[in-house]
């Protein structure tokens, strides 16, 4: 008889034949039998309490350095959405920023409290925007930001495709809604050095965004939604563009905006001058502007070094409760438990 393509044999014992099976066949028929060997490690109660105590043992030191690290950075978070709108307009701010003949001008004085070694690093923080809705994610066409006006296809980009019957070139409600705040920085007569290269991530720059593609009819029409792009520089070269088509997955998040050069002082008074063009007025958002350093794990983050103390301290919590219930009954089955 030949199962699976193997040749087999047959032994005639007691008017019954037996299949010899050999090599792949052989396998297959322990695995579809189910008698295949298994390794069936016995948990004993010993194993079961040092192995949540390593776990502890490991985890815990490793989320207080992670908190270590996390505390490490130096911030300075200052909102300026409600204190650069002019007295006069506090009642009504959507229609300062919605008014072009006003000056939006603002200076806001930021006081080091602890050394900031450079590079600081600049972001925007934007709260209760959110990025992630279906329509705003899917308003954009990668084809098109990587091949320009050679990809016609641009329905994806609805409402935002074409503006006075010619395309538009980045398209969509994502590049059409660019943030347009800008800073510059200063300390006392000195002008702090920004370095907005190399914001975006290189595989953007190098695969997403097209080095000859162009921006064309952009922030053309009648209603204009943010910022607007240099037509003579391509979008590859454009960070700031890059770093904003990387949509948020939260309604609260930051964007990289450049880096300051220069190290803060203790009690150093950083002046900021910025212009306060973005509209987060009409939604309720609010605006803030980060000075923040880094540390090996990058940015202020607790929650990863959170997370290992805990589940640190669980497992040995867990431990001892199964030490106590060994100690106490050393017949009890942990394995059932477990």
Request: net charge positive.
């Amino acid at each position: 008889m030949d199962v699976d393509g193997e040749s087999t044999s047959a032994v005639a014992t007691e008017a019954r034949l037996i299949p010899v099976l050999s090599g792949r066949s052989k396998a297959m028929y322990q695995f579809t039998q189910q008698s295949l060997p298994a390794c069936k490690p016995v948990l004993t109660p010993a194993w079961v309490i040092t192995t949540f105590f390593l776990v502890g043992a490991l985890f815990i030191p490793i989320g207080l350095v992670s908190l270590h690290a996390s505390h490490s950075v130096v911030e300075i978070v200052d909102r300026y959405d409600s204190e650069c709108v002019p007295d006069l307009f506090k009642s009504n701010k959507v229609e300062y920023i919605k008014d072009m003949s006003i000056h939006k001008n603002c200076s806001r004085h930021l006081k080091v409290h602890k050394h900031m070694k450079a590079p600081i690093f600049i972001y925007y923080q934007l709260d209760n925007y959110y990025q992630n809705h279906r329509r705003y994610v899917k308003s954009r066409s990668d084809r098109q930001l990587l091949h320009g006006l050679q990809h016609n296809d641009t329905s994806s980009c609805t409402p935002e495709e074409s503006s006075n019957g010619l395309p538009i070139v980045p398209c969509g409600l994502i590049a059409w809604s660019l943030f347009n705040d800008t800073y510059s920085f200063s300390r006392g007569t000195h002008k702090l050095r920004v370095n907005r290269k190399n914001i975006a991530w290189k595989s953007d720059r190098n695969h997403k965004f097209g080095k000859q593609v162009y921006p064309f009819n952009f922030q053309n029409g009648t209603l204009i939604g943010g910022g607007k792009l240099d037509p003579n520089i391509p979008l590859s070269d454009q960070e700031d563009l890059i770093v904003w088509m990387r949509t948020a997955a939260l309604p609260s998040f930051r964007k990289l905006y450049g880096r300051i050069e220069d190290d803060l002082n203790v009690d150093d008074v950083v002046v900021v001058n910025l212009l306060n063009n973005y509209n987060t007025y009409s939604f309720g958002g609010t605006k803030e502007l980060v000075l923040s350093t880094s540390s090996w794990l990058g940015g202020r983050n607790n929650f990863l070094g959170m997370a290992y103390t805990s589940v640190g301290f669980s497992s040995i919590l867990v431990a001892f409760i199964f030490l106590l219930l060994h100690v106490r009954n050393p017949s009890l089955n942990i394995r059932a438990v477990c």
